[in-house]
């Protein structure tokens, strides 16, 4: 059973920073692709940073630069961290693999307000 848990949230001001990080069981991290998502209040669900198998990256316009996931394949967990951080940054961020069916954590919660 594959088991997804964030942690690493919280309230920071405007130009701070946070690492978030996403434990896994019941899966080997490193053979899949893995992603970031966030939502924010009233909007959609969006894709933050995503990064193969192969180690390739790719994050939203809107995080490029201050955003950077990456993964510890020893520990089998998943990173992202988020340096000068805008109060639209401010969502639950979730993370996500695909494996036969996608599989989500729980989020958690990032606020930046001063």
């Known amino acids: 059973q594959v088991q997804l848990v964030e942690s690493g949230g919280g309230l920071v001001q405007p130009g701070g920073s946070l690492r978030l990080s996403c434990a896994a069981s019941?899966?080997?991290?490193?053979?899949?692709?893995m992603t970031w998502y966030r939502q924010a209040p009233g909007k959609e669900r969006e894709l933050v940073a995503r990064?193969?198998?192969?180690?390739?990256?790719n994050y939203a316009d809107s995080v490029k630069g201050r955003f950077t996931i990456s993964r510890d394949n020893a520990k089998n967990t998943l990173s992202l961290q988020m340096n000068n951080l805008k109060p639209e940054d401010t969502a639950v961020y979730y993370c996500?693999?695909?494996?036969?069916?996608?599989?989500w954590g729980q989020g958690t919660q990032v606020t930046v307000s001063s």
């Open positions: 996500n693999v695909f494996w036969g069916r996608s599989y």
């Open positions: 990064v193969t198998s192969s180690g390739t990256t």
């Open positions: 019941g899966i080997i991290l490193s053979l899949y692709a």
